[in-house]
């Protein structure tokens, strides 16, 4: 995956995904770009008109907790995320984001470590965040190389859609 560089908007521990996307709009539409009007609208009924493409999203602890639903993941996607970045991410919030093509980091930093707006960058080939604003970097564990495998082709389904198969993961 190549670097990214984008704006961050913080959130705090324990965001589920009915935050991320209020169960009210889960049936709308199944179009990311029609759910990523209402992403995170469970906290801030104003994200979907602040957010840009390439923007990133930090959470603290147990980001995506809640239901499995895959909406919440495509919401970001349909609103421009293409990263979250935790310190820890519900394990099936992970693998939904995974499936929909937005790369999910875990890493430990302190809570002043990101503010809203500003710039960082995202060096996958290293693990390394940086924070434009502070010039300091942050270490993050790469994922394996078969989920890379399946960012890489823009999620699970542009992978198979596209001549992926099991083999080829690994």
Known sequence: MKNV???????????????????KWKTVSFEP????????TGIDEKFPEKVSNGDIIVGGLNFGCGSSREQAPIALLGCGIRVVIAKS????????CVNVGIYPIEADFPDDFFMD??????????????????????PFKVIPSFLSTILNSGGLKSFILGGGKYEDLF
Do not use: Q
Not at 7 to 23: E, H, M, Q, R, Y
Not at 33 to 40: N, Y
Not at 89 to 96: G, H
């Open 89 to 96: 991410i519900a394990r099936i919030f992970f693998r939904n």
């Open 5 to 23: 560089r984008g704006k961050c908007w913080t959130f705090g521990d324990d965001v589920s995904t009915d935050a991320i996307l209020p169960s």
């Open 117 to 138: 707006s500003d710039e960082i960058e995202v060096h996958f080939d290293l693990g390394v965040i940086v924070n434009k604003r502070t010039g300091k970097g942050l």
């Open 33 to 40: 770009s029609e759910l990523g009007k209402h992403a995170m």
